[in-house]
């Protein structure tokens, strides 16, 4: 009976703080499924560590799944950008020539102290089945009230060996929007694209899986990692204080 709905204004998760992003979706609502795709670098999960901090500074909590790194890296990786370049130390590599940069000690247990009950790494010992995946998104929504879970990335999640691949995909992607509406929470789901046709404009149809994953994903944004020499134009033309590396093309909202 329609009579029993209540209507609510649209619901903000949080902002992203890229003004590219915010300027056309206005902040990512509860209650849908975002789905995030461009080729390896381009920067993908450096946004995605950003837009966390930023929902758990706006009073959001986070549960991320990442099936490339490792919680201590991704720990790390968090640290670094909540805190700068200016608390790391440089440290030279062992085996062969170079140096990388780890976050100074000190920094550890204040990050850790802060983000306790607000930040969640999901990683499992074999693989992360989709039952697995969703058990623990059903016990972090109840017992700490997490509102946003990050799928870094489709292909890294055990989605069954029976059936047809694409049939599970459909099914999971299914499964998410069902949950985030059920729950009031946002999903984002990282997505690999297919191999682009030189010289054509990519289109949310060329994301590298189930056709449903375009059809019932909310939002969708392709990052695309740009030429220095087209960075500097964009930088130029407007007139910018800092040359961008990566472009955020919104193909649906």
């Given at each position: 009976d329609v009579s029993d709905i209540s209507i609510t204004d649209d619901e903000e998760d949080c902002y992203s703080s890229f003004q590219s992003i915010d300027d056309i979706l206005h902040g990512f609502r509860k209650k849908e499924l975002t789905v995030w795709t461009g080729v390896p670098g381009s920067g993908k999960s450096t946004i995605l560590n950003q837009i966390t901090l930023q929902t758990i500074e706006q009073?959001?909590?986070?549960?991320?799944?990442?099936?490339?790194?490792?919680?201590?890296?991704?720990?790390?990786?968090?640290?670094?950008?909540?805190?700068?370049?200016?608390?790391?130390e440089e440290k030279q590599f062992k085996v062969g020539t170079g140096k990388y940069y780890e976050p100074k000690k000190q920094y550890e247990a204040e990050f850790k102290q802060k983000f306790k009950g607000k930040l969640f790494i999901l990683e499992e010992e074999t693989s992360m089945t989709d039952e697995k995946l969703f058990e623990k998104?059903?016990?972090?929504?109840?017992?700490?009230?997490?509102?946003?879970?990050?799928?870094?990335?489709?292909?890294?999640l055990d989605l069954g060996s029976k059936g047809d691949k694409y049939e599970n995909q459909k099914k999971f992607i299914g499964n998410c929007v069902t949950f985030a509406k059920k729950n009031n929470c946002h999903i984002d789901l990282v997505a690999h694209p297919k191999k682009p046709t030189k010289g054509e404009m990519p289109t949310m149809y060329d994301i590298s899986g189930a056709s449903e994953i375009p059809n019932l994903a909310f939002n969708i944004i392709m990052l695309n990692k740009l030429e220095p020499e087209k960075a500097e134009k964009l930088a130029m033309d407007g007139n910018l204080k800092f040359i961008p590396s990566t472009a955020a093309i919104i193909l649906k909202h």
């Open positions: 009073g959001g909590k986070v549960a991320i799944f990442s099936g490339e790194i490792s919680k201590e890296q991704l720990l790390k990786w968090s640290m670094i950008q909540y805190y700068g370049w200016e608390s790391c998104m059903k016990y972090l929504q109840f017992k700490y009230g997490v509102s946003r879970f990050i799928f870094d990335n489709l292909m890294q």
